[in-house]
């Protein structure tokens, strides 16, 4: 709680400070255990005795902000600090607490005191509107007109309103409105007729004669005619122009102990500086008074600020050939290199995926293969050979051992030149069952990964088909020393994805994908 003892205040103020606490407690009409521990707390640090206590009864809304009006601006702001506080103690703000806050704090603060106060007046018997605030003037403003009768900063301001939840009532609209009904006999019949249904028959003798009841209606008329229905004295009211809104009904005791019924208002000036006024208001009603959201999308800002957080965000396959996230942290697959090459092969094939007849018949092919055919003089594996003869089958099996042999080499150091290459090739296609349960384990074990089953291989068994529904969108490639790029723009996928394959120059060594040349 704010520290009130740097603070000199009298008595008087001390009651007042208490009082708006009071207010501002009650104003959901919802006590807190914690908002009874917080006044109790107060009513310790401004000393007040249970028979100065019971004095706040005796004072108005009004009355308590005007108390503290002439304090200096670190005292106010200190008090405001303490209001925002209390309202904040059940972590629960409704409208009208926003609203009685809002009211409080602008009519105490030394920037807008001057132009902004309560009036709290007996209660009338006409109903006040609630969350309408009205424009009200006992003289001409051309400053607030110019404002409020431009068509563009009207919708601005009315907008601005309607977004805290207040509807803006600005007679000369209003009036603009029926006048276009009087320009029709239909529209205006219309309008006539639905006053004979809504008006007391004791009180229809204007509507006899609409056309000169309208025409003689200005917001002048209008600004007696609503201060004397809601019993306040135009005396009551320093300006001249101004936007006045109910805050709440209240009661206070009078000198008679005798509970009185009073409205509290709140009037903004609004005789210059019209805009700024009206969207200060604003900004401080649509405060959230140091309260953090924590549903919609704010919980997905919580999510992946904190330790647990996961993210559907591009995975980072870099020059190890390791699937790393953003976090940093780094996918991990049993038998690394066949699994990651299952993977990119399926990756490759988009939903569409790969049968597993056609696995079968890559894997008979390798094994009904003489390796023999396909070496040279001096023994190794003569692999642009086999690859120009393999091309010219043009069918599915085909590719898929070729795009296996394209992916294998990069991640894996064997020797492609070795006469059991194609050894390794055959047992990726023929452990595919095992190689996917690596896979999925690798992916369902990245805690900062979102939504992992959507990385995973499928099998389905209908279709006899191995797939991957992510896209190949989510994968990046990057080197060292080099800024990522998509995986469909790497060397890496642009050595099988192509429908047809150039052939593999002969090479001694591996030749990695991964890295750009």
């Given at each position: ?340 090459t299952l993977y990119l092969l399926l990756l490759s094939r988009g939903d569409k995926g790969i049968s597993q007849i056609d696995f079968n018949k890559a894997v008979s092919f390798l094994k009904a293969l003489d390796i023999n055919e396909y070496l040279t003089s001096a023994g190794d594996f ?32 064997k020797d492609i030149e070795r006469k059991d290459f194609l050894e390794y090739v055959q047992s990726i296609l023929r452990h595919r069952s095992s190689l996917k349960t690596y896979i999925n384990s690798g992916f369902s074990s990245a805690r900062k990964l979102a939504n992992p089953e959507h ?39 642009k050595a099988f994805i192509l429908s047809t394959h150039p052939p593999i120059p002969k090479i001694k060594n591996n030749q990695n994908y991964l890295h750009f040349h």
């Amino acid at each position: 709680m704010q520290d009130l003892d740097s603070i000199n205040l009298n008595g008087t103020q001390r009651r007042a400070v208490m009082k708006l606490a009071v207010e501002l407690v009650k104003a959901d009409d919802r006590i807190h255990s914690k908002e009874v521990s917080v006044l109790d707390e107060l009513q310790s640090n401004l000393r007040l005795e249970q028979s100065e206590l019971d004095l706040i009864h005796y004072l108005s809304l009004e009355s308590a902000v005007d108390c503290l009006k002439n304090l200096d601006e670190q005292s106010t702001k200190t008090i405001i600090n303490l209001f925002n506080e209390i309202m904040c103690s059940d972590n629960d703000i409704d409208f009208e607490e926003n609203l009685l806050l809002s009211s409080i704090s602008m009519s105490c603060d030394n920037d807008s005191r001057d132009w902004c106060g309560i009036i709290s007046a007996e209660a009338p018997e006409s109903e006040v509107p609630e969350k309408q605030i009205v424009f009200l003037e006992s003289k001409t403003s051309e400053a607030a007109h110019l404002v409020l009768d431009d068509k563009y900063d009207n919708l601005l301001i009315s907008k601005a309103f309607s977004d805290i939840g207040i509807e803006l009532f600005y007679l000369p609209d209003i009036l603009r409105e029926f006048c276009r009904h009087l320009e029709g006999d239909d529209k205006f019949g219309l309008l006539k007729r639905s006053m004979e249904y809504l008006v007391p028959a004791g009180d229809k003798v204007r509507s006899g004669n609409l056309k000169k009841s309208l025409a003689s209606l200005d917001t002048r008329t209008f600004y007696h005619l609503i201060l004397s229905r809601f019993n306040i004295a135009p005396d009551r009211i320093p300006y001249q122009v101004f936007l006045l809104i109910k805050i709440r009904d209240s009661h206070i005791l009078d000198d008679s102990d005798t509970m009185r019924r009073t409205v509290d208002f709140l009037c903004i000036d609004i005789s210059s500086e019209v805009k700024k006024r009206i969207l200060t208001f604003v900004s401080r009603f649509d405060e959230k008074r140091d309260l953090l959201s924590y549903k919609g999308y704010y919980k997905f800002l919580y999510d992946y600020l904190s330790a647990e957080a996961k993210i559907t965000n591009p995975i980072s396959i870099n020059s190890k050939g390791d699937f790393t996230l953003e976090s940093g942290d780094i996918i991990k697959f049993k038998s690394a290199p066949q699994a990651k090459t299952l993977y990119l092969l399926l990756l490759s094939r988009g939903d569409k995926g790969i049968s597993q007849i056609d696995f079968n018949k890559a894997v008979s092919f390798l094994k009904a293969l003489d390796i023999n055919e396909y070496l040279t003089s001096a023994g190794d594996f003569d692999l642009p050979r086999f690859k120009e003869i393999l091309s010219g089958k043009d069918n599915e099996y085909a590719r898929v051992i070729l795009d296996t042999i394209a992916i294998y080499r990069s991640f894996s150091t064997k020797d492609i030149e070795r006469k059991d290459f194609l050894e390794y090739v055959q047992s990726i296609l023929r452990h595919r069952s095992s190689l996917k349960t690596y896979i999925n384990s690798g992916f369902s074990s990245a805690r900062k990964l979102a939504n992992p089953e959507h990385y995973m291989v499928r099998f389905d068994p209908d279709t006899k088909t191995y797939s991957v529904s992510a896209s190949p969108s989510l994968f990046t490639v990057t080197s060292e020393g080099s800024s990522s790029i998509p995986l469909t723009d790497s060397p890496l996928w642009k050595a099988f994805i192509l429908s047809t394959h150039p052939p593999i120059p002969k090479i001694k060594n591996n030749q990695n994908y991964l890295h750009f040349h």
